[in-house]
Nanobody
Framework: QVQLVESGGGLVQAGGSLRLSCAAP????????MGWYRQAPGKQRELVAR???????VYGDSVKGRFTISRDNAENTMYLQMNSLKTEDTAVYYC????????WGQGTQVTVSS
């Protein structure tokens, strides 16, 4: 089963930065959009950011101005630059790709300490 490969999670202090990466295999063609979602313990999965093949972006309200999503279309790779991290950003972050099917990554833990 095709799966996305995430990297870059970890432990960081509040106010710090992390950069997440998500690589989609070359076997996935004609990506419509890719996105990052997160799920904190006891909470529903929520949208962090989304980027379309045109380059247009959508951000969740809680991360606007702090996080930046980008992608390398040639490499089918997506990034999430997270700055000014807060303790409430602690969650498992998942990447998602939408083409003719929907693909998910396995998740990467981001922990922000106070």
């Amino acid at each position: 089963q095709v799966q996305l490969v995430e990297s870059g999670g970890g432990l960081v202090q509040a106010g710090g930065s992390l950069r997440l990466s998500c690589a989609a295999p070359g076997s996935i063609f004609s990506l419509n959009y890719m996105g990052w979602y997160r799920q904190a313990p006891g909470k529903q999965r929520e949208l962090v950011a989304r980027i379309f093949s045109t380059g247009s972006t959508v951000y969740g309200d809680s991360v606007k101005g702090r996080f930046t999503i980008s992608r390398d279309n040639a490499e089918n790779t997506m990034y999430l630059q997270m700055n000014s991290l807060k303790t409430e950003d602690t969650a498992v972050y998942y990447c998602k790709a939408v083409a003719s099917q929907i693909y998910w990554g396995q998740g990467t833990q981001v922990t922000v300490s106070s």
